[in-house]
């Protein structure tokens, strides 16, 4: 396996993606549709590009637990310090 097997996996997955999204565009799905916030507005609703409106969507919903998933990621990082330093004196 070539040594930077992981930038061929990354490209892979950027491929897979634009094959995704090419596929998705003509097989007649929506790219960019009407978003309505309330019924008010509801003849007259925003235009959005779907993917990015969802993305969006998911960044919000990840925002709620913004700091559970920092203090997740720093007990991560911790336990990584502590192998690193238990690794380098047994050394």
Same mark, same amino acid.
């Given at each position: 396996? %070539?040594? &930077?097997? $992981? ?8 491929? !897979?993606?634009? *094959? ?9 799905? /929506?790219? &960019?549709? /009407?978003?309505?916030? &309330?019924?008010? #507005?509801?003849?007259?609703? %925003?235009?959005?590009? !779907? ?22 990621? #720093?007990? *991560? ?5 502590? $192998?690193? #330093?238990?690794?380098? #004196?047994?050394?």
């Amino acid at each position: 396996m %070539p040594k &930077d097997w $992981r930038v061929a996996v990354l490209w892979g997955a950027v491929v !897979v993606f634009a *094959a995704w999204i090419l596929w998705w565009a003509s097989a007649g799905y /929506p790219l &960019d549709g /009407p978003i309505c916030f &309330d019924e008010i #507005t509801r003849e007259n609703c %925003p235009r959005y590009n !779907v993917i990015v409106y969802s993305l969006w969507r998911f960044a919000e919903l990840v925002s709620h637990w913004a700091a559970l998933i920092a203090a997740i990621f #720093t007990g *991560a990082l911790t336990i990584f310090a502590v $192998r690193l #330093t238990v690794a380098k #004196t047994l050394r």
